[in-house]
């Protein structure tokens, strides 16, 4: 079969007027994704390993938006990394494992299904928007404000932040 090149584009007019230079945040809310891609590298703070997902909006006006979520795989953190893979569907073998290849497992999931929760945040001093809370696809939001309110509490009542 020939190899099959793309043809030129050629000129394309735009129009930029009233475009921002800026991404706008994701409006507060309860999103469906899908996991698109896995990678790790290490934080630039303190050079620690981290998983970063990337999630991909599947439905309603943020379709196509994507998601992002790291996970820093540190003793103090790394309940994180399990909330995820557990909302992606890791079975309850897998979640009690003592021993496992981060990176691995995570890229075993790129293409799962889940509900997050998007909330206000701000980044780099711009206004922006993160990823609270994870949960297995088909969530309803019943379900999602029940956990979130639960979190919250917990966050007061250890001072973890939330």
Not at 153 to 160: C, D, L, P, Q, Y
């Amino acid at each position: 079969m020939p190899e099959q090149t793309a043809a030129p584009m050629g000129n394309v007019r735009i129009n930029l007027a009233g475009v921002s230079t800026e991404l706008e945040p994701i409006p507060t809310g309860t999103y469906p994704v899908q996991l698109t891609e896995v990678r790790g590298q290490m934080t630039r703070q303190t050079n620690e390993p981290m998983i970063v997902w990337l999630f991909k909006i599947a439905d309603g006006q943020q379709a196509g938006r994507m998601v992002f979520h790291n996970t820093v795989l540190t003793p103090k953190s790394i309940w994180n990394y399990k909330r995820t893979i557990k909302a992606l569907g890791a079975p309850q073998a897998l979640l009690e494992s003592p021993d496992l290849d981060a990176l691995e497992v995570a890229q075993e999931y790129v293409g799962a299904e889940a509900v997050v929760v998007i909330v206000p945040s701000v980044y780099e001093g711009k206004a922006s928007s993160k990823m609270a809370q994870i949960l297995p696809a088909g969530s309803k939001a019943e379900e999602v404000a029940a956990t979130l309110a639960g979190n919250a509490i917990e966050a007061m009542n250890t001072g973890t932040g939330f």
